[in-house]
C-alpha cells in the first residue's frame, strides 16, 4: 500500500463551489507539502506544514495540519477555473529528511 | 529572481543511449534533489545532493547518477537508456534538505523510443 494516500483521487465540482482533498499517512509526518501540477508541467509550491495543528493560507486555499492523525486537507473556498489541475502532497516520513514522498494526486476540474 | 531552471525541456532517446539533464537551483539554495515522475503518478525520489555530496539515493538501479557542481547546480545521467525510463524528470532546490521549503523546476520530458 502507499505511504502516503489522497482522496479523492479526482474531483468535478461547479465554479464557486468549495471543496476538500484529504493526504493520510502511515507514518510520523514531520514535514507535509502541498503542490498544484498542471499536466506534464512542473510542480508549484502551495504551502509547507510541520507542525501539528499548522494551518496556512494562500489566496483561497488552506491547508492544515493533524498530526495526531497523520493527516492533512487541502480547502479551496469558491473555485475558480484557475483552480483546476492536480494537486499533489508530499511529505517528509520517518527519519528520512532527505527526501519526499508524494501521493497520487487529486485532479481538480471546475466547471464553470 | 529566478526560479529553478532546468535543461532540456523535452528530449527524445534511443533505447541504449545515454542521457544528461541539467538543473540550476534558485539562488543561496545549496540542495538539489531529482525526482523521475512517470505518467499518472506521483514524483519519485532519486537523488538528494548538498553541498556536492550524496545524501541520499532512492531506489533506482546503478544506470542512475548525479552530481552537484561548486555552484550548485547539478546533472543527472541516464545510462543504457530503456523504455520505462520515459518520464517527467523534476529537479526541487531549497536551502538544505527536505525539511526546509523545496521548489521544483518545470521539468525535462525524456521519451525513450
Known amino acids: 500500500s502507499q505511504e502516503l494516500e489522497q482522496s479523492p483521487q479526482s474531483l468535478i465540482v461547479q465554479e464557486g463551489k468549495n471543496l476538500t482533498i484529504n493526504c493520510t499517512s502511515s507514518?510520523?509526518?514531520?514535514?507535509l507539502y502541498w503542490y498544484k501540477q498542471k499536466y506534464g508541467e512542473g510542480l508549484i509550491f502551495l504551502m509547507m506544514l510541520q507542525k501539528g495543528g499548522e494551518e496556512k493560507s494562500h489566496e483561497k486555499i488552506t491547508a492544515k495540519l493533524d498530526e495526531k492523525k497523520q493527516q492533512s486537507s487541502l480547502h479551496i473556498t469558491a473555485s475558480q477555473p484557475s483552480h483546476a489541475g492536480i494537486y499533489l502532497c508530499?511529505?517528509?516520513?520517518?527519519?528520512?529528511?532527505?527526501?519526499?514522498?508524494f501521493g497520487t494526486g487529486t485532479l481538480l476540474a471546475v466547471q464553470p | 529572481d529566478a526560479g529553478v531552471t532546468q535543461s532540456p525541456t523535452h528530449l527524445i532517446k534511443t533505447r541504449g543511449q545515454q542521457v544528461t539533464l541539467r538543473c540550476s537551483p534558485i539562488s543561496g539554495h545549496k540542495s538539489v534533489s531529482w525526482y523521475q515522475q512517470v505518467l499518472g503518478q506521483g514524483p519519485q525520489f532519486i537523488f538528494q545532493?548538498?553541498?556536492?555530496?550524496?545524501?541520499g539515493r532512492g531506489n533506482f538501479p546503478d544506470r542512475f547518477s548525479a552530481r552537484q557542481f561548486p555552484n550548485y547546480s547539478s546533472e543527472l545521467n541516464v545510462n543504457a537508456l530503456l523504455l520505462g525510463d520515459s518520464a517527467l524528470y523534476l529537479c526541487?532546490?531549497?536551502?538544505?534538505?527536505?525539511?526546509?521549503?523545496?521548489?521544483f523546476g518545470p521539468g525535462t520530458r525524456l521519451t525513450v523510443t
Open positions: 526541487a532546490s531549497s536551502l538544505e534538505g527536505a525539511l526546509y521549503e523545496q521548489y
Open positions: 508530499g511529505a517528509v516520513l520517518g527519519g528520512a529528511t532527505n527526501k519526499l514522498i
Open positions: 507514518k510520523t509526518l514531520y514535514g
Open positions: 545532493y548538498y553541498e556536492k555530496e550524496e545524501r
